[in-house]
T-cell receptor
Framework: EAGVTQFPSHSVIEKGQTVTLRCDPISGHDNLYWYRRVMGKEIKFLLHFVKESKQDESGMPNNRFLAERTGGTYSTLKVQPAELEDSGVYFC??????????FGPGTRLTVT | AQKITQTQPGMFVQEKEAVTLDCTYDTSDPSYGLFWYKQPSSGEMIFLIYQGSYDQQNATEGRYSLNFQKARKSANLVISASQLGDSAMYFCAMRDMYSGGGADGLTFGKGTHLIIQP
C-alpha cells in the first residue's frame, strides 16, 4: 500500500511568488493534516480535514495560506504571496482511526 | 493548551546500550494520546508508539517501550539494545482524544537528536 506522498519535495521561490504544495494521503484515510516546521522550532499543526471539510484550521498562520481538499482525496496548500518567514518543511499526514497519523516525506520550501 | 517538553536536544549513546528519551507534557484534558515519532536524515516521520491516557499498561512495540507516568505527566521513550540505525531525531507528541471520536492535530516537542556510536 502506498504511503502518504507529497509534491514537490523541494521548492525554491522568491518573496511575493505563489507556491502550491500537494499531498496525497493513504487511500481510504478520511483525516488529513498539514503541519509545518520552521528551522529551529517545533513542528506546528496547521489544519485538519475530515474528508473534504475543514475540521480545524486554528493553526493556519494567516490568510496568505489556503488549503483545499476537493472530493476528499488529495489536498493542496497554497501560499500566496510567499514571505521569507514561510520557509520551512511542510508535512502532510493522514489517518483513518483517531490514533496514529502517517506522515509524508515533507516539502522543503525556501523563500528567498 | 497543550505543551510538550523534551529537555535533551542531543544524546550520544554507545551501540547496544539502552536509551531513554525524556518527554513531559501538560494538558488540562482528561483524555489524550501520547506519540513518539522518529525522523531519520531522509526526513520522513515514522510513527513508533502510542499511549492512551487511560491505558493501564505501558505501551511496547518491539524494542520501543513508553514509560508512562501519568501523575508526573511523563512519557519517556525507552529503546532497548540500540542500533546504529536508531540514529535520528525523535519527537514526542500528544493530542486530545475527545469523546466524539475525533481528534485534533498533534502538538510536538522540539525533538531529541540521538546519535548511536559504534
Amino acid at each position: 500500500e502506498a504511503g502518504v506522498t507529497q509534491f514537490p519535495s523541494h521548492s525554491v521561490i522568491e518573496k511575493g511568488q505563489t507556491v502550491t504544495l500537494r499531498c496525497d494521503p493513504i487511500s481510504g484515510h478520511d483525516n488529513l493534516y498539514w503541519y509545518r516546521r520552521v528551522m529551529g522550532k517545533e513542528i506546528k499543526f496547521l489544519l485538519h480535514f475530515v474528508k473534504e471539510s475543514k475540521q480545524d484550521e486554528s493553526g493556519m498562520p494567516n490568510n496568505r495560506f489556503l488549503a483545499e481538499r476537493t472530493g476528499g482525496t488529495y489536498s493542496t496548500l497554497k501560499v500566496q504571496p510567499a514571505e521569507l518567514e514561510d520557509s520551512g518543511v511542510y508535512f502532510c499526514a493522514s489517518s483513518q482511526a483517531a490514533y496514529e497519523q502517517y506522515f509524508g516525506p515533507g516539502t522543503r520550501l525556501t523563500v528567498t | 493548551a497543550q505543551k510538550i517538553t523534551q529537555t535533551q536536544p542531543g544524546m550520544f549513546v554507545q551501540e547496544k546500550e539502552a536509551v531513554t528519551l525524556d518527554c513531559t507534557y501538560d494538558t488540562s484534558d482528561p483524555s489524550y494520546g501520547l506519540f513518539w515519532y522518529k525522523q531519520p536524515s531522509s526526513g520522513e516521520m515514522i510513527f513508533l508508539i502510542y499511549q492512551g491516557s487511560y491505558d493501564q499498561q505501558n505501551a511496547t512495540e518491539g524494542r520501543y517501550s513508553l514509560n508512562f507516568q501519568k501523575a508526573r505527566k511523563s512519557a519517556n521513550l525507552v529503546i532497548s539494545a540500540s542500533q546504529l540505525g536508531d540514529s535520528a531525531m525523535y519527537f514526542c507528541a500528544m493530542r486530545d482524544m475527545y469523546s466524539g471520536g475525533g481528534a485534533d492535530g498533534l502538538t510536538f516537542g522540539k525533538g531529541t537528536h540521538l546519535i548511536i556510536q559504534p
